[in-house]
């Protein structure tokens, strides 16, 4: 299998023989960043623009920290200080930048298509770096490369998505990537935020969170995404930390074995209790550290790499 695309701008369109090679590629690059020497030159030469336009930690240095392991330049463009503020379009941003001779765009815009749109605006290539509630593609591939690396495989794994489901891109991008690699999906939270039209993805969907939790394999927990909602879609936080949050009692009715996974930033005390963050079951720190592989692979696959054979594996 090789690459051929010059953009990943979500998980849907991708054929899971290509998550594969995502997943593959990504594993030899966790394995360089093992080396004493960690960089490589795959982008030497390139330039890589990181152009967030909603706030971010984990996936802007994630990004940053990747495009600097390949060796690239990197841009950290500042939307606040920007002449966005003034009015300019962000194709005409973007067409500026690549006047600069920019290669690569990684986007995170509130609008969802706007990854798409700047592919049509650009010669270079597109990542989206989380499109609205639309796709977070790179979250959803360091999730299922957490899972794999962590249970051995996806197909037949028990998946429970839980919280805020319809404002969330990372629920739709993992449920994409674990549906096409054969996991079984159950998405749970009120059923304001999940609403039975998901099962068109083929997921299973549960309003009762001890049901869906007791044979689960592994447990994805999202925040409530107030910065996307029009309106109040349950009755509070401490309501829905009762309902619905993973505090130790019912954590107590899981499998022994199964994975707590978070794609930040946390909410403790309302989607997840402190002590389950930190504790033992959960992988929330480890998927950080995979981004950072997952991203640099998106990066080197989008710049026309091989494969996971090109680093020696
Ligand atoms: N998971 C995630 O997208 O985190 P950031 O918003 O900090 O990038």
Do not use: N, W, Y
């Given at each position: 299998m090789t690459w051929h695309r010059r953009?990943?701008?979500?998980?849907?369109?991708?054929?899971p023989e290509e998550i594969l090679l995502v997943l593959d590629t990504a594993r030899a690059f966790k394995a360089v960043g093992q080396r004493?020497?960690?960089?490589?030159?795959?982008?030497?030469?390139k330039t890589v623009v990181n152009l967030f336009i909603e706030p971010s930690t984990r996936t802007r240095t994630s990004f940053e920290l990747a495009a600097v392991r390949l060796s690239a330049d990197v841009i950290n463009f500042n939307a606040e200080a920007s002449s966005f503020k003034k009015g300019e379009t962000l194709k005409d941003t973007a067409r500026n930048l690549e006047a600069l001779n920019a290669d690569i765009f990684i986007i995170r815009h509130s609008a969802a298509g706007a990854p798409h749109f700047l592919a049509r605006c650009v010669a270079g290539s597109v990542v989206n770096a989380g499109d609205g509630a639309h796709e977070h593609p790179t979250q959803a591939l360091l999730d299922t490369f957490t899972i794999r690396e962590k249970?051995?495989?996806?197909?037949?794994l028990n998946v429970v998505i839980l919280g805020d489901i319809l404002y969330s891109r990372v629920a739709r991008s993992n449920i994409w990537a674990l549906t096409k690699l054969g996991a079984h999906v159950t998405l749970c939270g009120p059923s304001t935020l999940v609403?039975?039209?998901?099962?068109?993805?083929?997921c299973r969907v549960s309003h009762n969170v001890d049901d869906a939790i007791a044979s689960a394999d592994v447990i994805n927990l999202l925040r409530i995404q107030h910065e996307r909602q029009r309106k109040t879609m349950f009755p509070g936080i401490g309501e829905y930390a009762s309902l619905f949050g993973l505090n130790q009692a019912r954590l107590a009715r899981t499998r022994p074995e199964v994975l707590i996974m978070h794609p930040g930033p946390i909410n403790r005390g309302v989607e997840i209790d402190s002590e389950i963050a930190d504790g033992?079951?959960?992988v929330i720190l480890e998927q950080v550290t995979n981004g950072l592989a997952v991203r640099m692979a998106a990066l080197f696959l989008i710049n026309g790499g091989q494969g996971p054979q090109a680093l020696g594996e």
């Open positions: 953009h990943l701008l979500d998980i849907e369109s991708l054929a004493a020497i960690k960089k490589v030159p795959a982008l030497r030469g249970k051995g495989r996806i197909a037949g609403p039975r039209t998901f099962e068109q993805l083929g033992g079951r959960s």
